[in-house]
């Protein structure tokens, strides 16, 4: 369930407890369903591909009679087998998988939507066949991207931080000459509008937005950049978290990346 109930993280930390739960589901032949509709609906992106779970709305049970819902991870997979309901809702970005079962039951579960796959194809003809993604999440020390508490450094501290990160972009371009295209994202408009001027920097156009920050647009293509970013960071030879500072150890990426058991790393410089 995502529907705008309760907080639950961005969309790799909504994935990890979809693909989680059907893990669980499937190995004790339980029911599974997805019901992904705030702020946005998952089904503009993902559709079904080898196993239905849609479910829709006037299906969905709130009599307490036949349905519970439930939130606590550490005993989601004892619940899920052992509660007596119709119907269990859960709310949750546990993570019960390795990184190849995870591959195997994402790309059971889902196939890209037609308009998705048509961005993605794209982008992927422009940037070409190899490339590495960086990834740099500073959630708001650039004054940006509101992103729970994080507060903004002052002026010149962003300055400092910005220089050192496109420092370390051009070494880890010198530790792989054989690629000519580097795939950056980030949650920082500036720190984007900085990098797309270097020559083997490829950025993905498009307003930056956290799936759980930002609550309901009226164009449901708000989300989009979300969304190809992490799917053209899953088509990428090899991912890297970037850190260094107070920034963030994201699992964006790392989700990503486990989408085609793609490698990754994080680099603390």
Known sequence: MCDGK??????????????????????A?????????????????????????????????YNSNDAIPIFHEKLLQKRLVTLPYKQIHVYTNAFYTTEEIFCDYFNELFKLSSGLQQEIDNYCQEIGEKYIGLTFRFQNLMGDFKDGNCRAL??????????????????????????????????STIFLAKVKKIPFVYTI???ITHIDECGVYTEKTAHSKTFVDFFMLS???????????SMMKAGFPRTAAMVNNVPFEYHRF
């Open 6 to 27: 309760i907080a639950q993280g961005g969309l790799s930390d909504r994935l990890q407890g979809l693909i989680s739960t059907y893990k669980i589901c499937k190995d």
């Open 154 to 187: 002052p002026q010149g501290e962003q300055v400092i931080l910005l220089d050192k990160c496109i420092t370390e972009i051009y070494k880890i371009k010198e530790c792989h000459e054989d690629t000519s295209k580097f795939l950056i994202t980030s949650d």
């Open 205 to 207: 156009p498009g307003p």
């Open 235 to 245: 088509k990428a030879q090899k991912i890297i978290c970037m850190r260094t500072g």
């Open 29 to 61: 032949n339980i029911k599974f369903c997805v019901y992904f509709v705030y702020p946005v609906s998952l089904e503009d992106y993902l559709k079904p591909d080898n196993y239905d779970w849609i479910i829709n709305e006037t299906d969905i049970s």
